[in-house]
C-alpha cells in the first residue's frame, strides 16, 4: 500500500540510484531507433547549480527521456568545462587563505597546474552530483572534462590544423584587459555597469591661431596622454574650416591631426572626439581608417608607461586621472566639468572596471569560417526555436570581428606555439614535433620557448559535439551521433557558444553539429526582474527542491516556460506543482484502495461503460496532445495539458464520477471501471514521466511495476484519435459543463457550499431531459443539489441562471443569499477591476511610459492587463446570471 503521504527526500536518491544501476542512461540500439544526441552545455568545474541551469536542464532531461521512451537511441553527452579564469582565481585565493607565502608566480607554473587538478580532483564535482539531485539521466559513463587527455588531444589537433590553413594568426590588436587578473578577457566576462562619473570638457589648442581651441569631451582624461587624433563630422559646419589642421596635445605637446570621419556624432558631446586607437575600441578602427599611431600609454597593471611624459610614470590609471585634471584646470584647459552616469564595462569574476588594451594575441579568422556557418542557417542545415534568434545569430555573424583566443593564463590549454631564438615560430601539437620543425629550418638544434599563453575556454568548448564523441578519433560514437540533433541553450551565448561550436563544426566535420537550436528565456524573479545577489532576489534550486521536492519545481518551471519569452519563477509557482504532486499520489492511493490495476486482457477500444469510454478518449487526446508539444519545443503546453488533464479531468471528474461505479453492485461495471481507472493512470503516468520523472517512477513501481521492468525505458504510449468515442465525449462533454457551471455561479454568487439548491430546466431539448435523467444522481451529488424539476418552468424569481447549450437551468437563491447586496457588490468590483484596466491601457497607450519604464514592468503590466480583462469578463457573466 502507498504511504499516506509522499516524501520526496525519502524516494529521490532511492530511485537515482537505482536508474543509474540499471544503465538505462546509456544509449541503447535494442530497439532499433534512430539516433537522438544532446551534448550538454558544459558547466563550470567550479560552478552550483543554479535557476538557469534548472530550466536548460530540465528541458533537456525533458527532450531525451521523451526520445529514450519512443525508442530512439538516446545520448544524452555530460561533461563540464575548465573554466580557466574562474578556477585558477578559485585555487588562487585558497593559497592567500592558507597563509602560505607562496603565491602562484613564486610556485611556478607546473606546480600551480598541478595544484588545480589536485583542487579538481576533491572539489570539481559539486555541480555534477547537483544535476543528479535535479534528476537529470545522461550517460555519466562517458562524462567528459575539457582538459582530459582526449579533449586535449582534440584542442590541440584543431589550433594546429587551423594555423597551418592560415585562420589562426598573431596579431597586435585591443582586447578587453582585466588589470587585476592580468589577462584578456571574453565579451561575455564583461559586465556592463552603470556608474557616476564625470564628463570633463577639455580644450585642445589648435596649431597656428593663437587663442583658438577645439574642445572635447572624455570621461577618461586619463588616456589623453594616447591621443592621436580628433575626429568632427563631415557635415558639422562649426569644424569646417579645421578639416586637415593640427592641434597640440596639452600635457604632451603632440601634434595630433583633425579628421573628418562619421563616426563623431554632432548631437553628442561637443561634437569632436578625441581619439586615442589603442585605448578605445571604436577609436581604434577611426584610427585605421585615417592611418592615426595607436600608442598605448597604460601598462599591464592599469599604471601610466614611459610612453607618457614622466610626471605620470608609474601612476594608476585613477591616481593619474586626478592628477592630469589638476595640471589641465591650472593651464585653463579645462572648460567644464559635468556630472555624468555612463556605464563602464568591469570584469565578472575580479569586479575591476577593464581596459581596452593593445597587445599581442592570437586571433582566429571568423570571418572566413563564418560564411558557411551562415549559409548552414541560411538554407535550413540548422533552425533556430524559435526563428526569431537567427536574426540575432545572423546579426552577429555577418558583422563578426577577429576572434581573440588567447589568454594570460595557467589553467587551460597552453598553446602549441614554439619559438626560436630568432623569434620565429613553430606550430605543432608537440613540442617534439615543434624541433624537429625547427631542425628543419635552421638545420641544426635550437632551443626553443614556448608561448606562456592558454586558449580562451570557447575554444575547447567550440570543439564540444565532435570532441566529446571521441574525434580527432574516426570512433563508432561520432559516426553514430554526429550531427547531434539539438542544442538548448539561453539566448545570452548564442555569440559565444552556438556560433563558434556552428563554425568549427563545420570547419572540422563538414556538417552542422545541430540539426535544432532551441533557444529558451533567462529565468527571473516572480515580477519579471532579473535575478541578482545585489537585490536579492535570487533562488536557489537546491532550496526548492528541499522544500518541494525535483518534480515539483521542474514541473513549474516547464509550465513557465513559453517560447520567446523569458521564465517568472517564484517560491508559490513551485508550491501549486507539489500540491499537483501531492493529487497525483493521492488519486492513485484512491483506487488502489479501490483495487483497480492493470488488466492485460482490457482493451480500451471495446469499454461498455460511457464514462470509461469518455476517460479513455481524453487520455488519447492528452497524449496526442502532449507528444505534439514536446516535438514542437512547447513545453509549457506539454506540462500545462497534463497538469489539467491529472487534476481536472482525471481526479476532478472522472475519479468523482466512477466512485457509484467502483462501489456499486454492478459487478461487470465495478470490474471495467477498476481496469480503466488502472490503464489511465498507467498512461498518464508514462506521459507525464519526462517532466515529472521521480513520482511517476516510484507510483510505477508501487501500482504496476514489473522486476527490471521501470518506467525510465517503458515505451512511449501510442494512443490515437481511433479511442476518441465521439457519443461519450459528447454526453460526458454535457455533464461536465452542466456541473461545472454550476459550480462556477454558486461560488462567483457566494452561495454557502452547505445549501442545497432546487434545479428548474426551461427550453430543454428531449436529449438533454434524458441526459438530465439519466446522470441526476451525478447532478445531484456534484452541483450540490435538493432536486431536479424536469417539466418546464418559467426562471423563477431571484434566481441564479446557467446556460448549457440550447438549455436554461434556473436555481432560487433568495432564501439562502441577499440578491440584492449581491447585485450591488458584483457592480462595485466590475467598477474597481473596469476602471484599474482603463488606468492601465491609459499607460501602454502613452509612448513616454513605454519608452522610459522598465522592460519587465511594462511586461508585468501587459500581463495584468490580461488577468483584468479575464476577471471583467466573468464578474459580468456573474452578474447576468442572476435574475
Known sequence: MLDKTYRPAEVEARIYAAWEASGAFAPSAERGGAPYCIVLPPPNVTGSLHMGHALDHTIQDTLIRFHRMRGRETLW???????????????????AASGSNLGRREMGRAAFVAKVWEWKAQSGGTIVRQMRRLGDSPDWSRERFTMDEGLSRAVLRAFVSLYKAGLIYKDKRLVNWDTQLQTAVSDLEVQQIEVDGHLWHLKYPIEGSDGEFITVATTRPETMLGDTGIAVHPDDERYRHLHGRFAILPLVGRRIPI?????????????????????DFNDFEVGRRHGLAAISVLDELGRINANAPEAYRGLDRFVARKRIVADLEALGLVERIEKYRHVVPHGDRSGTPLEPFLTDQWYCDAKTLAKEAIAAVEDGRTRFIPRQWENTYFEWMRNIQPWCISRQLWWGHQIPAWYGPDGQVFVEESETEARAAARAHYGHDVPLERDEDVLDTWFSSGLWPFSTLGWPDETPELKRFYPTTVLVTGFDIIFFWVARMMMLGLYFMGEVPFRDVYIHGLVRDERGAKMSKTKGNVVDPLQIIDDYGADALRLALLASTSQGRDVKFGPARVESYRNFVTKLWNASRFLQMNEARLDPAFDPAHCREPLNRWIVGEVAKAGLAVTG????YRFNDAALGLYHFVWDTYCDWYIELAKPLLGGEDAEARAETRATAAWVLAQTLHLLHPMAPFVTEELW???FGQPGGMLIVADWPHLGAELVDAEAEAELGWLVRTIGSIRAARTELNVPPSARLTLYQHGASAETLARLERHREAILRLARLETIVMEDRPVPPQSLVVVVDEASFALPVGHVIDVTAEKRRLEKEIGKVRAEHDKGIQKLENPDFVARAPVEVVEQLRERLEELRATLDRLL????RID
Not at 508539444?629 to 514542437?632: D, N, V, Y
Not at 457573466?877 to 447576468?880: D, F, H, N, P, V
Open 629 to 632: 508539444a514536446i516535438e514542437g
Open 259 to 279: 579628421v573628418a570621419d562619421e563616426y563623431s556624432d554632432p548631437e553628442k558631446g561637443t561634437g569632436a572626439v578625441k581619439i586615442t586607437p589603442a585605448h
Open 77 to 95: 553527452q555530460p561533461g563540464t568545462d575548465h573554466a580557466g579564469i574562474a578556477t585558477q582565481m578559485v585555487v588562487e585565493r585558497q593559497l
Open 877 to 880: 457573466q456573474a452578474l447576468k
Open 701 to 703: 513501481d508501487k501500482l
